[in-house]
C-alpha cells in the first residue's frame, strides 16, 4: 500500500493563525497569569509557537500525556493518563492545548481530570476541530481549522510515529 501526502495547511497559514489565537487569548486574560497544559505528544509544537507568542505576562507550561490511540488511525474510545500534570494549577487559568479534538473522548476527559484540581478556570485551545466522528460534546474556546473528516499529519501530528516533524499539515491518502 502506497501512502501520500497532500498539504492542507501551510506553514504560513498555520503559523498565521497560531498568532490569531494568541491574540485572543490575550484579549480574554490581559495581564493574568496564564497555565498551559500541553497535551504530548501532538500538541508539542504547537503548544510552542503558541506560548511564544504570549510575551507580555506570566505564562507557566505543563504537559500530560493521555492514550486513546494506539498506532493505528482509529480512537479505541478509551483514555488513559500515562503523565499527569506536575504543576499545582489550583486557583489558576489554565489553558488545555490540544493539537486535534476528533472523538472529542481525550479532551472532555482531561477536562474532568483537571478539574478536580480546582482551577481558576479552564479553556480549551485546539488548533484542528475534527468533526466528523465527535462522540461526546466538548466546549472548544479558541480554535485553530475546523476540518470535516480525514487523517491529517505534521504540525505535531503523527501516523504511527511519522511526520510530526512536518512544519505545515498534510492529509495522509493511502492508494491500494
Ligand atoms: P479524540 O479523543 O478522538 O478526540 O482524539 C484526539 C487525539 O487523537 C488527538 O490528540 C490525536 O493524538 C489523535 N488524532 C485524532 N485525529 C487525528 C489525525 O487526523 N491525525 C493524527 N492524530 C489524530
Ligand atoms: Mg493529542
Not at 470535516?148 to 505535531?156: L, N
Request: aromatic content about 8%; charged content about 35%.
Amino acid at each position: 500500500m502506497e501512502e501520500r501526502l497532500i498539504e492542507i495547511l501551510s506553514k504560513d497559514l498555520i503559523q498565521r493563525r497560531v498568532q490569531e489565537l494568541a491574540e485572543a487569548i490575550k484579549r480574554d486574560f490581559p495581564e493574568e497569569p496564564l497555565t498551559f497544559i500541553g497535551t504530548l505528544k501532538g500538541a508539542f509544537i504547537f503548544l510552542a509557537d503558541l506560548v511564544r507568542a504570549i510575551d507580555k505576562q506570566e505564562v507557566e507550561i505543563d504537559f500530560v500525556r493521555l492514550k486513546s490511540y494506539g498506532l493505528s488511525d482509529k480512537s479505541s474510545g478509551e483514555v488513559i493518563i500515562t503523565k499527569d500534570i506536575e504543576l499545582e494549577i489550583r486557583g489558576k487559568n489554565v489553558i488545555i492545548v490540544e493539537d486535534i479534538v476528533d472523538s472529542g473522548l481525550t479532551l472532555a476527559f482531561l477536562v474532568e481530570h483537571l478539574n478536580l484540581h480546582h482551577p481558576k478556570s479552564i479553556k480549551t485551545c485546539a488548533l484542528i476541530d475534527k468533526k466528523e466522528r465527535r462522540k461526546v460534546e466538548v466546549n472548544l474556546d479558541y480554535v485553530g481549522f475546523i476540518l470535516e473528516k480525514g487523517f491529517i499529519v505534521g504540525y505535531g501530528l503523527d501516523y504511527a510515529e511519522r511526520y510530526r516533524h512536518l512544519p505545515g499539515i498534510y492529509e495522509v491518502i493511502k492508494d491500494e
